[in-house]
T-cell receptor, first 112, second 114 residues
Framework: GDSVTQMEGPVTLSEEAFLTINCTYT??????LFWYVQYPGEGLQLLLK?????DKGSNKGFEATYRKETTSFHLEKGSVQVSDSAVYFC???????????FGSGTRLQVQP | DTAVSQTPKYLVTQMGNDKSIKCEQN?????MYWYKQDSKKFLKIMFS???????INETVPNRFSPKSPDKAHLNLHINSLELGDSAVYFC?????????????FGPGTRLTVT
């Protein structure tokens, strides 16, 4: 079956540090890949997506590249801000599947 | 304008009660979903409807029954609530069931069963 594995958190960084949150997946088809963010007390918001191999999704300074050869979709940001503190979820939706499969989430804490 | 809205935002109730959570989307989407987020933040699909037709029904107790009166609404009714039902329930919608369509989530309903 499909699965998504994310690095365990929490990840604690100082403001302006470089961020990487690792995400790897297994899928039987040709999935689309997503990163969602959940700010404290709020619902999930789509951060970025990629629908095929070598696509790069980007939004608000965050980037992730769909790497089929390594089955990865790592999230990166060059300079984090305190306002980026949240839980980040990697997810996939496989061919023919009707729902998202989520990773366990990674909590990011950015300190001033 | 809120794209996907849920009511109530918080729900505290006792074991054995029956409760409903409502969801509405104003995006004109055809597909709606219910997800459950447990205390460890793990998210799992429960149900999905496409054009009012049930297309996903994961392994969920029969006490949970979704109802979609029209494309814009998907409600979740829970009978005989148990302690283990305590969680945050998220509604979502997408343009269609295809894997390329992103899902838009509501703010969640935190259910606490005492």
């Amino acid at each position: 079956g499909d699965s998504v594995t994310q690095m365990e958190g929490p990840v604690t960084l100082s403001e302006e540090a470089f961020l990487t949150i690792n995400c790897t997946y297994t899928a039987t088809g040709y999935p689309s890949l997503f990163w969602y963010v959940q700010y404290p007390g709020e619902g999930l918001q789509l951060l970025l997506k990629a629908t095929k191999a070598d696509d790069k999704g980007s939004n608000k300074g965050f980037e992730a590249t769909y790497r089929k050869e390594t089955t990865s979709f790592h999230l990166e940001k060059g300079s984090v801000q305190v306002s980026d503190s949240a839980v980040y979820f990697c997810a996939l939706k496989d061919t023919g599947r009707r729902a998202l499969t989520f990773g366990s989430g990674t909590r990011l804490q950015v300190q001033p | 304008d809120t794209a996907v809205s849920q009511t109530p935002k918080y729900l505290v109730t006792q074991m054995g009660n029956d409760k409903s959570i409502k969801c509405e989307q104003n995006l004109g989407h055809d597909t709606m979903y219910w997800y459950k987020q447990d205390s460890k933040k793990f998210l799992k699909i429960m149900f999905s409807y496409n054009n009012k037709e049930l297309i996903i029904n994961e392994t969920v107790p029969n006490r949970f029954s979704p109802k979609s009166p029209d494309k814009a609404h998907l409600n979740l009714h829970i009978n005989s609530l148990e302690l283990g039902d305590s969680a945050v329930y998220f509604c979502a919608s997408s343009q269609g069931p295809s894997e390329t369509y992103e899902q838009y989530f509501g703010p969640g309903t935190r259910l606490t069963v005492t």
